[in-house]
């Protein structure tokens, strides 16, 4: 770990600040209310920019533009394939301002820039570059009707598309939830998260040099309870995706019932196991786990948080993971070959700082960290408890911070049994060449992905979602498009059934 007086002195933003307003109806405006908030630098605690503060009015506002935009504009009705080739011309833009984008997510979020550059910044790209080439080939279906009667299908757009996002990956996030909505021909209302509004202002700005017209997309900076809670509310959103924790989704599922009954898509919480085999290599099964946890400050939804380690390889595992840890280079995220920044912001950073005491008071070895590091910023000492159980709180709740807690088990019936007794069901990992062993646990295991021998591995093509209480709904792959588009069956009698 770095040494803390490095902490004491973040290196200067390597960017300006230059938007801060509401994109609304192609234009960047302030809110109703003339109100901002600041948006801070996890590393310093100091304020980066003040930023417009949307609200009731504003959503209203972003609502009507979308819906002017969806019944009148071009974008639903204009040829898929010249929406294909906007798309296009959109994934070049973004690859072109790709390191001012990764510097404001790393200042904003606390990430490393080399993270944000060049592990998530192709994946943003990508991403429309992939829906782009979905937009002319979202095909209806036929089928044998009773034979006096035609059939066909047609695939629609939902219309006006109301979308949440969080602040672990706030770009990446963007262009999951953006891309697939427009190649559908759906506009768009979307919000970002309050710790992490910069990125999506920019990349909003890039939408309309590609030519998105105006309207289509809708940038409202915010918070959830005001800004977040007037989409869900709206009688005129058609449809609303949401990725956060469990405890909103829930709070917004509801309210999308009781308002005009729109569907939901929700990304939530997660509590992923990560089963390392009795077979496995353990230098590299360490690794794995490491990287399964600890990537992004342990700030992932589908974080390998559970880690099972096979008893016969359980105490070589612990002393390598514990040398793993201790090796994590944690410092200002700006700095080549940093692997952890701090936490995104003050509330985040003491919410794990308690997990670790309630690890402490409810029993679990405390193997490595345990604590802050450095006096300013909010870095977090890379943390691995053992012995860990069920029934203690940091193996049954979402930590959402650099906290490692490791098992052991025996049997693959009792790591099947234990590692499904969650609410949750995101993701889990395996770690094992047996094919039996791989074959047998990836189909018990009640998770919407599972990494073999791999984490965290995040393609377009790949559908990424939720069992159980983690959410309901695909995104990415071709799975997305059914968030976005509405089935019309279209039957005309056939007047000659004999022919
Ligand atoms: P976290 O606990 O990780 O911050 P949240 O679920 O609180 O996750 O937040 C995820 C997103 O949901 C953020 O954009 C936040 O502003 C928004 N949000 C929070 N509360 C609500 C709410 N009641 N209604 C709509 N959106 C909300």
Redesign the pocket.
């Known amino acids: 770990a770095a040494a803390a007086e490095e902490l004491e002195n973040p290196m200067k933003p390597p960017v300006d600040v230059k938007l801060t307003k509401l994109l609304i109806d192609g234009e960047f405006v302030d809110a109703a209310s003339g109100k901002t908030f600041p948006t801070i630098d996890p590393r310093s605690e100091h304020v980066i920019a003040e930023v417009a503060e949307g609200d009731v009015e504003d959503i209203n506002r972003a609502v009507r533009a979308a819906r002017k935009a969806f019944d009148h504009g071009p974008w639903p009705k204009m040829p898929a394939h010249k929406r294909g080739e906007i798309l296009l011309r959109y994934a070049d833009l973004l690859d072109q301002h790709a390191d001012e984008l990764a510097a404001l997510e790393t200042m904003d979020s606390g990430k490393p820039y080399e993270q944000a550059r060049y592990g998530e910044m192709p994946l943003v790209s990508r991403q429309f570059r992939y829906y782009a080439g979905w937009a002319d080939k979202i095909y209806g279906t036929t089928g044998p009707t009773d034979g006096s009667h035609a059939m066909y299908t047609l695939h629609e757009p939902i219309g006006v598309v109301g979308q949440?996002?969080?602040?672990n990956f706030p770009i990446v996030m963007y262009c999951w939830k953006v891309a697939p909505a427009l190649a559908a021909g759906n506009c768009i209302v979307l919000?970002?998260?309050?710790q992490t509004p910069l990125s999506a202002i920019l990349a909003g700005k890039l939408a309309l040099e590609a030519g998105i017209p105006p309207g289509v997309l809708n940038i409202v900076s915010g918070?959830?309870?005001t800004a977040?809670?007037a989409?869900?509310e709206h009688m005129d959103v058609d449809k609303v995706a949401?990725?956060?924790?469990t405890?909103?989704g829930k709070?917004?599922m509801a309210s999308a019932a009781r308002s005009n009954l729109k569907p939901v898509t929700l990304e939530l919480g997660g509590k992923s196991p990560m089963i390392i085999c009795e077979d496995a290599d353990v230098d590299a099964a360490v690794e794995l786990a490491h990287f399964a946890l600890f990537f992004n400050q342990g700030q992932c939804c589908c974080a390998g948080s559970r880690t099972f380690v096979h008893e016969r390889i359980y105490d070589e595992f612990v002393e390598k993971s514990k040398a793993r840890a201790l090796k994590r280079v944690v410092g200002d995220p700006f700095r080549s070959g940093v692997e952890q920044g701090p936490q995104v912001d003050k509330e985040q950073f003491h919410k794990v700082l308690s997990y670790i005491e309630s690890g402490r008071d409810q029993g679990a070895n405390l193997l490595t960290g345990g604590g802050r590091l450095g006096s300013k910023g909010y870095y977090i000492k890379p943390t691995i408890f053992t012995d860990v159980k069920e029934g203690m709180k940091i193996f049954d709740e979402e930590i959402?911070g650099p906290v490692q807690s490791i098992a052991k088990f025996k049997t693959l019936d009792e790591v099947v049994q234990r590692a499904n007794n969650t609410v949750y069901g995101l993701a889990a990992g395996i770690f094992s060449n047996n094919l039996n062993t791989v074959n047998t646990l990836s189909r018990a295991l009640r998770a919407g992905t599972i990494w073999v021998n791999c984490f965290d591995v995040f393609d377009a093509t790949i559908p990424f979602g939720g069992f159980k209480q983690s959410g309901i709904g695909r995104e990415k792959g071709k799975y997305a498009l059914d968030n976005y588009t509405q089935v019309k069956a279209v039957v005309t009698p056939i007047h000659n059934a004999a022919w």
């Open positions: 949440i996002i969080p602040w919000k970002t998260a309050e918070y959830g309870p977040g809670a989409i869900v949401f990725t956060g924790s405890e909103v709070l917004i959402f």
